[in-house]
Nanobody, 123 residues
Framework: QVQLVESGGGLVHVGGSLRLSCAASGRFFSINAMGWYRQAPGKQRELVAH???????NYADSVKGRFTISRDNAKNTVYLQMNSLKPEDTAVYYC?????????????????WGQGTQVTVSS
């Protein structure tokens, strides 16, 4: 069983910073890509940032230069450092990880989601 547990959300003023963390636990063989998504009220979930197993990153245009994604493979954890926050960054942020598991004699590669953490930026 695999779990992704997020932490670090909260309320912050415009221009402030937050750091989100997401730790993967459970029985898995390896972690491939990891990423952060967000969903604001009435909007679709969107990709914020993505990092490959080799450390390659990509970002949504709206967060480039303000957010930084990183990962600690030894801790099975991905981070999102968010600086210069704006009211439009307000959303529930979800962690996603593509994990390889071994079940019933076969390998599977699946995407898993965390429970989400609320980020609210007040003006």
């Amino acid at each position: 069983q695999v779990q992704l547990v997020e932490s670090g959300g909260g309320l912050v003023h415009v221009g402030g910073s937050l750091r989100l963390s997401c730790a993967a636990s459970g029985r898995f063989f390896s972690i491939n890509a990891m990423g952060w998504y967000r969903q604001a009220p009435g909007k679709q979930r969107e990709l914020v940032a993505h990092i490959t197993s080799g450390g390659g990153t990509n970002y949504a245009d709206s967060v480039k230069g303000r957010f930084t994604i990183s990962r600690d493979n030894a801790k099975n954890t991905v981070y999102l450092q968010m600086n210069s926050l704006k009211p439009e960054d307000t959303a529930v942020y979800y962690c996603n990880a593509v994990l390889a598991t071994y079940r019933g004699g076969s390998y599977y590669v699946d995407g898993y989601w965390g429970q989400g953490t609320q980020v609210t930026v007040s003006s």
